[in-house]
């Protein structure tokens, strides 16, 4: 075992578990919410942050749904600003070894709780948007539902990760 930057012997006590999941869970809604805005709003033209309330018929509406966007895009922003500064404050002058099991399912559940969150108070509770604007609107409901599970399986999958992380045991990480 080699010593961390500053000489210190390495703990032997420090595990895998110890990975600042609370990190990995910012990254994955900032990296859900750009997934969302690049894909969703501005490759495929599914929809935009208002689009429901405000469809793109106008210049004005199209002007006030890309201002939402855009502050929709900020927030993914911050996320993954402050999922940086845990991640560093963590990391900064120590010797680790982390899980790349910790890490992705810290992401899924981050993610996964995006896609939730996102889908039931934009697309279900405020109905500000919906998945897929561009099918006939009887449809759009199932592409929401879709948007859900994809949202669940991601968040499970991630907690299965991050259990399986403590071989058998709560990681550290989770307890705090």
Known sequence: MTPDP??????????DADFPVAAGVLFGLGLGGFFDGIVLHQVLQWHHML?????????ENLELNTLWDGIFHSATYVFVVIGLFVLWRRARGRHLRWSNRALVGSLLVGWGLFNLVEGLIDHQWLGVHHVNERVARAHWFTWDLGFLAWGLAMLLGGLWLLLRTGRGTTPTALRR
Do not use: L
Not at 6 to 15: E, I, L, T, V
Not at 51 to 59: F, N
């Open 51 to 59: 689009s429901s309330w405000y469809p793109i018929t106008s210049i």
């Open 6 to 15: 500053q000489g210190r012997p390495p703990d032997p006590a420090r595990s």
